[in-house]
Each structure stands twice: as C-alpha cells, then as structure tokens.
C-alpha cells in the first residue's frame, strides 16, 4: 500500500442539538487555521509483589476522552457569543434629548455616552436656568463620535452638569457569562492537500466548549482566539450504530484508501 499523507483545509461548521441530539442549522464559523483533537486514555498499571522486579503484569484502561482545541479569527457576533458565553442583544436607533453628565468635570476630563455609537451629533449644554448656554464644539469641548466619549476641553463660566443631545446608530451587544455551555454538533469539511483535494469530513457528536481564555484587544497581527473543549460520548448514536459506521464520539468520512 502506498503513503497517504495528510495536510488539511477546511470549513468549519457547528450547530446547536435539538433535543434528539440531531444538529439542528449548521453555521460557517469562518476561517479556523488550526483544528486538534487528542484522544486520550486513563491507565492503570498493575505492578507484580511476587519476582522482586516489580512487573507490570495488566494495564487497565479505565477512561477515554475526546478534547478539541480550535483557532478562530471571525470576529462574528455568533462566534463571540461561543467564546464569552454571551448572549446577542440589539439595540435600536434612537434620539437622546439632556442626557446629563456628572457634576464636578475638569478641564481633561472625560464622559461615555449612553449610547456610544453617535450618528448625529446636536449640542452640548450647561444647566443655566431659563437659557441654558450652549458648549461650543472644538472650543469647549470635542466629540469622538465612533466611541462616544466626549472631552471638556474649557469649562468658561459655564454652569454644570453639561447636558448632551444627540442620535446613535443601533447596536448589537454581547454582554460576557450571561449562559452557560451548549452541546454543538461540529462537522468539519476538509480537503486533504496532500492527496490531490480528495474530501475529508470529521463529525463530531456532542462538543462543549469552554469560553475563551484570552481575548487579545490590541495587536499587530490579525487576531485570533483559541477555543478548547471537549467531545462528550453520545450514547444514542452508539447503541444504535448497528452497522459500524458511527461511533459514540465522532467519525471521519473519506474516499477509500487503498
């Protein structure tokens, strides 16, 4: 039989179980640069206290597991729900009228809006009873409209607190830890490079990941976000593997090899 040799691309697909343990909508997660699975086994050596040389006689495999490590680098919404235990909130554009900053600003200082992601912005005013006054921008203060941060830049004779008037774009939000692990069905499409592009496919039953480690916010490079979890045994699948072709972990689908 000749080498085959193995160098593997790919899309990677997950779903969500539905509560057959089927895979209910694959997603592409996008670009994964690195897929690893490690099988391993929990051994038991028995050790002979009958010759002297201590022996081992039996091995006792007591457990197996499947855990996967993956690279992502989709900054997607779905895929930062995965990697924080998030959940996707939207909200919608709106207007603000006299959102009002904290009292005691300082020359420097700065506030976040509300609503970080300005579209429009309108005025900054003071509390001046009966004709507030209005902040000039440039002059007074400035206005990053892409974080909503704004910086007091002369305070005048200008009474405090400054109220701002503004509109923002809708946004989508993803706050951290706010669910737990979810079983997913992932099915790898790979292409094996090293033998002319013939089709791969790995598909893995029940996959828990845990949230990421590390999240890098600054960087020279394209970010990317390493995932680890681990492949659970679906007993459904296995007892009702009558032909061999399942397994209770996963499985890995080619063309024939000879």
């Known amino acids: ?50 010759t002297g040389n201590r022996l081992t006689d039996l091995r006792l495999q007591r457990e197996k597991r499947v855990n996967i490590t993956m690279t992502l680098e989709s900054w997607s919404k779905a895929n930062l729900m995965m990697l924080l235990y998030g959940t996707s909130s939207s909200v919608i554009a709106g207007t603000v009228s006299a959102e ?18 300005v579209n429009a912005w309108t005025s900054l005013v003071d509390s001046t009873p009966t004709t507030p006054a209005t902040l000039v921008n ?61 089709p791969v496919i790995v598909e893995l039953y029940r996959v828990v990941f845990d949230p990421v480690g590390t999240l890098d916010l600054i960087n020279n490079e394209f970010a990317q976000f390493e995932v680890a979890g681990s492949v659970l045994y679906d007993s459904t699948r296995n007892d009702a593997d009558t032909a061999g072709v399942l397994g209770g972990f996963g499985r890995i689908i080619q063309v024939p090899v000879t």
Do not use: C, W
């Not at 057959?20 to 490690?38: C, E, K, Q």
């Not at 946004?171 to 951290?176: A, G, I, N, R």
């Open 1 to 50: 039989m000749a080498d085959i040799y193995f160098s593997g691309q790919g899309v990677v697909h997950l779903a969500t179980r539905d509560g057959s343990g089927n895979a209910t909508i694959f997603r592409d997660i996008g670009n994964v640069p690195a897929l690893r699975l490690t099988l391993e086994t929990d051994i038991l050596d028995h050790k002979e206290s009958r």
């Open 100 to 117: 009002v900053f904290p009292t005691g600003l300082a020359v420097g200082d700065s506030v976040a809006l509300n609503f970080p992601l």
């Open 138 to 198: 440039g002059t007074d203060y400035k206005i990053d409209k892409n974080s909503g941060m704004v910086t007091i830049l002369n305070l005048g004779s200008y009474t405090q607190p400054f109220k701002a008037n503004y509109t923002y774009f809708g946004e989508d939000v993803v706050p951290f830890f706010r669910t737990g692990q979810t079983e997913r069905f992932l099915r790898f499409s790979g292409l094996n490079t090293a033998n002319s592009n013939k």
